[in-house]
C-alpha cells in the first residue's frame, strides 16, 4: 500500500482543472442534466485508486458519469440515485450493445415513427405499432398538466411518438428511445428557455412538430451509443445502477473498492424541477421526488440542516461498504441555500471524519459558473478507510 505522502504526491501531480478538455465524448452528454460531473476528474481518480476488475462506487450517480469511466477503464460499476430520471439515463449511457442491434433499431423505430407521425409508410410494414389508433385515446391526452405545458398540436405528436416507444418489447432498447423523447420535451413545452428550471412562458410561440426533433435526438443518440460499444469492446462488464436511497444501501459491509462520487450542492441544483417535464412523462410525480431527494425542498429554511442530515448517513453507508484500505473520494463546493453559503468543504472533511474515513488531502479547481450560486472553488477531498 503506499503511503499517505505518496498518494498526496500522486494528486498533486494532476492538473485537476482539466481546460479545454472535451467532457461530451462517448455517451457523456445523451440528455440534459444539470451538475455533471467532469469525466476526467472521475477518469483520474479511477486510474488513481483502483485496478482492472475492481469495483467502483458511487452513492449519488446522477447521470452516471463514474459508471461509464469505470466501464471505459474495465472496472465494476456500482451506482445509486433517487431520482428516476437520472437512473434511466444512467442505464442508457453505460449499456453496451452491439452495433449491429443498435443500427437495425435505429432504422426499425424511425420507419415506425415516420409512419405513425408523419404517413410515410403503410403502418402494417412497421417493426413498431402504436397502441392507440389517435391521441385522444390516451389518458395523456386529457391530462391538466400536459394540457398546461404542451400545445395541442405538440401533444398529440408527443403521445403518438410515446405509444410507438412503449411497444418496444425489448427493455433496454425501449429505454434508448426514452431517453431520445425525453431529451425534446423541454424544448416541445411552453417552457421558458431563459431559466433553467421549468417556469411557464406566457409569451411562448407556437412550436414546430417535435417528430423532427425527436428523429434528431434518437439518431444522435444511437451514434453516441455505437462510439461507447466500439470502445468498450467485448468487455464482459458488470454494471448496477439501482434506484435507491444512499442513506440505507442494501450492500454488504467491505464490498467495494473506491467510494467515487459528485454530491449534490445542497439546493444548488434542484434535480426535481429541473426534469419535472421528463418525470412527469415518464409517470413519476416530480414534487413528492423532491421531497425525497437530498437538498430536494430547496426553499425551506432547515434545506441545509436536512442536506447535512441525509450526507451524514449518506457518509457513515459509504464507510460502511468501503474495504479496509482503500480510498473515497468527494467533489464539492460551498453553495448558496437560503441567502447563506453552506461551507460543504468543511462539513465534508467533519462527517467523513465521524464516519471513521481518515482524511488525505483536500486539491481544489476552479468551480464552473453556476446561476445564483457562489462557488468560485471546487474542493476535491480524499479520504482513506483504515485498515
Known sequence: MNSKEEIIEKIESIDWEFTNSNTQYLSHNIHRYSGKFIPQIAKSVIELFTEEGDTVFDPYLGSGTTALEAIVAKRKSVGVDLNPLAILIS???TTVIPREKLEIF????IESINSVCGGQLSIFSCKYSPSIDKPEDSARYYDEWNKKWYQDHILRQLIMIYSVIESVDDIELRQIAQIALSDILRKSSNASSRYPNVMYDKNHKEKPLPMKSFIDSFVDLIDKLINTS???GNFNISNKVELCNNTHLPYMNNCMDA?????????????????CLSLEWLGYNSKELDAEIT????HRKDVAIRFEQDYNLMMKEAFRVLKDGRYAFFMVGNPTANGKIVDLHEMTIRL???SGFEYIYTATRKGSNRRGNNMGIEYLEFFRKPL
Request: glycine share 8%; proline share 9%; net charge positive.
Open 230 to 232: 466500439n470502445e468498450i
Open 295 to 298: 437538498g430536494g425542498k430547496r
Open 91 to 93: 442505464k442508457v449511457k
Open 259 to 275: 467510494v467515487i462520487t459528485h454530491p449534490p450542492y445542497v439546493a444548488a441544483v434542484p434535480y426535481a424541477e429541473y426534469g
Open 106 to 109: 435505429r432504422q426499425e423505430l
Open 352 to 354: 467523513a471524519k465521524e
